[in-house]
């Protein structure tokens, strides 16, 4: 009798229990494979956004270096193009200056030599026709005699 009373009453309450426990553990299993799937799908989801910035930042760091390697390649342009702006500017300066000075020392040999001219022939070149005749007269011979000498 008490082997019935305890299939007829206490079995099935122990079986219930045991059902209850077994669905709670057995739903407990596939939350925590659930779970374990969605953080392993984040991972992967994760791992490939930082694939992405990994490539992104190389792809930046190499236009940066491009934009730079640009911005030296300009700059040298530029400072090679202001040294020869600087450059042509003095050879203009000197040349200028060159024939400035030739003026210059045509204008006093030519005063020297009107002087001496004066003071050879005895009388004033104060003729400034006659006088510049003489000056270039005078230039030219000496001139040709120093491209006789150089010869």
């Known amino acids: 009798m008490l082997l019935w009373l305890l299939k007829k009453f ?5 079986e219930a229990t045991f ?7 057995e739903g407990g299993i ?8 969605e953080a392993a799908a984040a991972l992967a989801q994760y791992q490939a956004q930082l694939a992405d910035a990994r490539g992104e930042a190389s792809t930046i760091r190499s236009e940066a270096q491009a934009e730079r390697a640009r911005i030296v390649d300009e700059a040298r342009a530029e400072a090679t193009a202001a040294a020869e702006q600087v450059t042509s500017r003095a050879a203009a300066q000197m040349e200028a200056d060159r024939l400035a000075a ?10 020297i030599a009107l002087d001496l001219a004066s003071r ?8 400034d026709a006659r006088a510049r005749a003489t000056v270039d007269r005078f230039i030219a011979d000496l ?3 120093t491209q006789e000498g150089t010869r």
């Open 10 to 14: 206490a079995y099935p309450q122990f």
């Open 19 to 25: 059902q209850e426990r077994t669905a709670a553990i």
């Open 30 to 37: 596939e939350k925590a494979e659930k779970a374990q799937e």
């Open 102 to 111: 030739k003026a210059e020392l045509s204008a006093e040999v030519g005063r």
């Open 120 to 127: 050879v022939v005895g009388e004033a070149l104060s003729d």
């Open 143 to 145: 001139e040709s005699s």
